[in-house]
């Protein structure tokens, strides 16, 4: 067995106009203090990343790639979140998600969904260029706003909504594929891909595309009220990243896993800082481990109450704790005795036979 790699970082949460958030040189060398070994680039902020020339131009990446070594970094992920949103947007949410999008296609659909399918495919370029394996994104939505089937949704609609998803991201997936890269769809709510259940829905609309993969999220299934372990044991061969972020959902009498639209400090379920919430780390840190995923464990930082540095400085050493450290051998092997075909058959009772 292999080990997980750590701890990593999501930028994405962190960045601001303010040292040391401001540009990438500064970041790095902060999370590098804190003792971080990789980060997580999020593609929309030119602050830290220019995706149009990253996808043609190599001496950027390499440029991009020698800001973070010189800080003692890795890349781990590109992060596309917020332009996979908008490859398939419900009109109920175009107003929204506007603005993640340039001016130049806002208020206009169609314009809007291309601009983020070129995007993913430029994405898919500059990932090459980095020479990284996987990408982080989300799969967008057209059928979020049916989620509970009242009034009764029409027959063919969950269908038709997943071959429509599927046949957007098509020619994406293919892309990904030309540039030897996963494509790992964080699953969660207000995504057409929120659980184990809708990610089978469109992987089978892709015709199993072997680049249609999972980006594990925990939190998002305490939420749900989803078996997150139980998750790795069905899906771990389509878990290529992993985001480590805490939640709690403390049952109440009042509010439930909607929410009742309240602020996140006020409801059940919530986002808390590593640690601090109910996820057993323990247990998923083993079952990856077990199943040999060999990607980055990365910190998203998400609180509803903690500061983001006190976050992001005690989720290193948290992950770091996590990690595990492989054996090449089994406890028992000090009582292991050579292979005797003579004896085997001897406890086997096979001598004895007439």
Same mark, same amino acid.
């Given at each position: 067995?292999?080990?997980?790699?750590? %701890?990593?970082?999501?930028?994405?949460?962190?960045?601001?106009?303010?040292?040391?958030?401001?540009?990438?040189?500064?970041?790095?060398?902060?999370?590098?203090?804190?003792?971080?070994?990789? /980060?997580?680039?999020?593609? @929309? +902020?030119?602050?830290?990343?220019?995706?149009?020339?990253?996808? =043609? #131009?190599?001496?950027?990446? +390499?440029?991009?790639?020698? /800001?973070?070594?010189?800080?003692?970094?890795? !890349?781990?992920?590109? #992060?596309?979140? *917020?332009?996979?949103? *908008?490859?398939?947007?419900?009109?109920?949410?175009? $107003?929204?998600?506007? =603005?993640?999008?340039?001016?130049?296609?806002?208020?206009?659909?169609?314009?809007?969904?291309?601009?983020?399918?070129?995007?993913?495919?430029?994405?898919?370029?500059? #990932?090459?260029?980095?020479?990284?394996?996987?990408?982080?994104?989300? =799969?967008?939505?057209?059928? @979020?706003?049916? !989620?509970?089937?009242?009034?009764?949704?029409?027959? $063919?609609?969950?269908?038709?909504?997943?071959?429509?998803?599927?046949?957007?991201?098509?020619?994406?997936?293919?892309?990904? +594929?030309?540039?030897?890269?996963?494509?790992?769809?964080?699953?969660?709510?207000?995504?057409?891909?929120?659980?184990?259940?809708?990610?089978?829905?469109?992987?089978?609309?892709?015709?199993?595309?072997?680049?249609?993969?999972?980006?594990?999220? %925990?939190?998002?299934?305490?939420?749900?009220?989803?078996?997150?372990?139980?998750?790795?044991? !069905?899906?771990?061969?389509?878990?290529?990243?992993?985001?480590?972020? +805490?939640?709690?959902?403390?049952?109440?009498?009042? =509010?439930?896993?909607?929410?009742?639209?309240?602020? @996140?400090?006020?409801? %059940? $379920?919530?986002?808390?800082?590593?640690?601090?919430?109910? !996820?057993?780390?323990? $247990?998923?840190?083993?079952? *990856?481990?077990?199943?040999?995923?060999?990607?980055?464990?990365?910190?998203? @930082?998400?609180?509803?109450?903690?500061? %983001?540095?006190?976050?992001?400085?005690?989720?290193?050493?948290?992950?770091?704790?996590?990690?595990?450290?492989?054996?090449?051998?089994?406890?028992?092997?000090?009582?292991?005795?050579?292979?005797?075909?003579?004896?085997?058959?001897?406890?086997?009772?096979?001598?004895?036979?007439?």
């Amino acid at each position: 067995m292999q080990s997980i790699k750590g %701890p990593g970082i999501f930028l994405a949460q962190f960045l601001d106009d303010v040292a040391p958030f401001d540009n990438l040189p500064n970041i790095c060398n902060w999370v590098a203090g804190l003792g971080y070994k990789a /980060i997580q680039i999020p593609t @929309w +902020d030119n602050r830290v990343f220019d995706l149009e020339l990253a996808a =043609s #131009s190599q001496d950027y990446c +390499d440029e991009i790639k020698g /800001i973070a070594a010189e800080a003692g970094l890795e !890349i781990s992920e590109l #992060s596309t979140h *917020l332009q996979g949103q *908008l490859v398939a947007v419900h009109p109920a949410y175009s $107003g929204m998600l506007d =603005s993640f999008a340039p001016e130049s296609v806002r208020n206009n659909p169609a314009g809007r969904t291309e601009w983020a399918k070129q995007q993913l495919k430029q994405a898919a370029k500059a #990932s090459q260029r980095l020479g990284l394996t996987a990408h982080a994104t989300f =799969s967008g939505a057209l059928l @979020w706003q049916t !989620i509970y089937p009242w009034p009764q949704r029409p027959a $063919g609609l969950v269908e038709a909504g997943f071959r429509e998803l599927a046949g957007r991201w098509l020619p994406i997936l293919n892309a990904f +594929d030309e540039a030897g890269v996963d494509v790992c769809y964080e699953l969660h709510p207000g995504e057409d891909l929120h659980d184990g259940v809708t990610f089978e829905r469109f992987l089978e609309a892709t015709g199993n595309h072997c680049r249609a993969n999972i980006l594990y999220d %925990p939190s998002h299934f305490v939420l749900q009220h989803l078996d997150y372990l139980a998750f790795i044991d !069905i899906y771990h061969e389509r878990i290529r990243a992993f985001h480590v972020k +805490d939640a709690e959902l403390n049952l109440s009498g009042r =509010s439930g896993v909607y929410g009742g639209y309240q602020d @996140w400090i006020d409801r %059940p $379920g919530r986002f808390r800082s590593l640690g601090d919430g109910q !996820i057993d780390f323990k $247990g998923i840190f083993s079952k *990856l481990t077990q199943y040999g995923y060999t990607g980055w464990a990365v910190l998203e @930082w998400e609180c509803c109450l903690k500061h %983001p540095e006190d976050g992001a400085r005690e989720g290193a050493e948290f992950i770091r704790n996590h990690l595990i450290r492989t054996t090449d051998k089994a406890f028992d092997d000090f009582a292991a005795t050579t292979q005797d075909e003579q004896l085997n058959r001897q406890i086997l009772g096979l001598n004895q036979e007439n």
